[in-house]
């Protein structure tokens, strides 16, 4: 009777661990609804890296603040001009946002740049409506000489 | 519990490898921004926007921001052998000529060097080169080798 019991616990204990896992991949869609859009696998590289990141170092400050209207402003110590665009629901875990700061001077590179986001928002706390992630975004430079650049970004905020 | 703290160390050492050795891009331009100390070795052109103190050797070329004039007079000190000391630059500071050894410690400092040679970037910041490389400073140093575009 008794190894009944731990039979079925662990059973119930396997099948919950399954049912979370199916729930927080990020390709679950995959099995069960082909079609809802599917998030990228690298996401989870990303995830992985903003854990890193927010545990071992924090290279620059970002700040993101969600609305309600589908739009966003994120700001880095870095660059003063924020950045604002649209976001959408991508799973039921994740928004897709995307924005950009438009074109305006650097005094410190002393020439016009523009920052496009390019992001997902993953919430950490339910109860701060606390929001933390990782995304890519692109440094477009107006002089000659130096290229559009990519980099890896680190953000954290509040939602709404 | 062994095993954990393994893995802990080997994501510690895998993290710190690079912040420590620096990176070494080459790249005929470098921009950068942060606050901190960048130390230019090499040929120039360049220029450096902030506030903080600024030390050039007996080669080079200045041309100081004009905010920094008292008395109508710049506020300098020269050293016998390591060449002049700006102890209160704010603003655009253009520096040129060869064999240059510059040093500028201090906050909101933009960077945009022209020249050949070597960047080391310190403290809290940013760059980008012209070969599509971004990176950052780092509390050990951030190493980057440029080469001048003749």
Known sequence: MAHSNVTSRRFCLVLCIAVLFIIISPRHNNFFAASVQVAPPALDREYIAFLLGTVFFLPEVIDLTLLSDNTFSIKSDLFLQPATGTYHQENFFLLHAQGTTGKFFDPDFQEDIEIQYDFRIRPMGFRNRLVAGSGTRIFIFSKDGTPPTPERFIYCGYGF | ?150
């Open chain 2, 1 to 150: 519990m062994k095993g954990r703290y393994i893995l802990m160390a080997f994501i510690a050492v895998c993290l710190l490898i690079p912040a420590i050795s620096g990176n070494c891009e080459e790249g005929g331009i470098l921009i950068a921004k942060g606050n901190g100390v960048i130390t230019f070795t090499g040929d120039g052109p360049l220029s450096i926007t902030g506030e903080g103190s600024l030390v050039v050797n007996k080669n080079a070329s200045v041309t100081l921001p004009e905010n920094i004039f008292i008395n109508q007079e710049t506020e300098q000190y020269i050293r016998k052998n390591a060449g002049v000391v700006y102890p209160h630059v704010n603003g655009k500071t253009l520096v040129d000529g060869e064999d240059l050894e510059i040093s500028f410690a201090g906050a909101n400092i933009g960077a945009r060097v022209n020249g050949g040679g070597t960047v080391v970037l310190k403290g809290y910041g940013i760059y980008f080169d012209s070969a599509g490389n971004a990176g950052r400073w780092s509390a050990e140093g951030t190493t980057i080798a440029i080469n001048a575009l003749r």
